[in-house]
């Protein structure tokens, strides 16, 4: 089960995406990367080269805007590596605990995603696990599907598990991007088995993620 909202955090026994919604004066296409604020910096990660914009509010402050636009442009050049058919998500990924029962997977610049986990190694019986198998395939116990900008989701249903027991997350964009024909969990790099999108694609809880 699936909740959104601004809270960090989500009712036991949910994977819960915490996003925040915004709303902003914008042209219709453009995609909101950060409402309003008085912190000077914000983070954003492009899926493709393109232009950023930046619509400011500073009365009382001359020099804050001289030509009386209230708007500031940036192009964004995306560096694509070559001849890949998935992009990857291309941030660093951390979990953190959060309490006994809680664990945090967040990123740092928010785009919409999609995330899912699975077993690493030794689940039980019942949860056959990426280590005994040596595919994704049949590994994957949850699907997490956010179409909006979110940098954080709260796992609340493995707790603190059993010694030996251990789970792996993924995470992928929505959007193709670099000339790739769908958005990847993929790293793309060298040292990376090949086929881990693939692998994915053929297992049944994560065919549930749009």
Request: negative net charge; contains cysteine.
């Amino acid at each position: 089960m699936i909740s959104g909202g601004a809270s960090p955090s989500g009712p036991a026994g949910q994977l819960s995406p915490a996003t925040t919604r915004h709303a902003c004066r914008s042209a219709p296409g453009d995609t909101l990367i950060r409402d309003y604020s008085d912190i000077p910096a914000t983070v954003a990660a492009p899926d493709a080269t393109g232009q950023l914009a930046v619509i400011v509010g500073c009365p009382g402050e001359p020099l804050c805007d001289t030509d009386g636009s209230a708007t500031g442009f940036a192009p964004i050049t995306v560096n694509c590596p070559p001849g890949i058919t998935r992009n990857a998500f291309g941030q660093t990924i951390y979990l953190e605990r959060q309490g006994y029962f809680q664990t945090e997977i967040h990123w740092e610049a928010p785009k919409a995603f999609n995330l899912v986990r699975g077993c690493l190694s030794g689940c039980g019986f019942e949860h056959p696990s990426l280590r005994g198998l040596g595919t994704f395939s049949d590994t994957i116990d949850t699907c997490v599907s956010s179409p909006a900008p979110g940098n954080s989701v709260i796992d609340s249903t493995v707790g603190f598990p059993d010694l030996g027991h251990s789970y792996y997350y993924l995470v992928r964009g929505r959007v193709a991007a670099c000339g790739a024909t769908a958005p990847g969990y993929t790293s793309n790099a060298a040292s990376e088995s090949p086929g881990r999108d693939a692998q994915i694609d053929a297992d049944s809880v994560a065919a549930t993620c749009p």
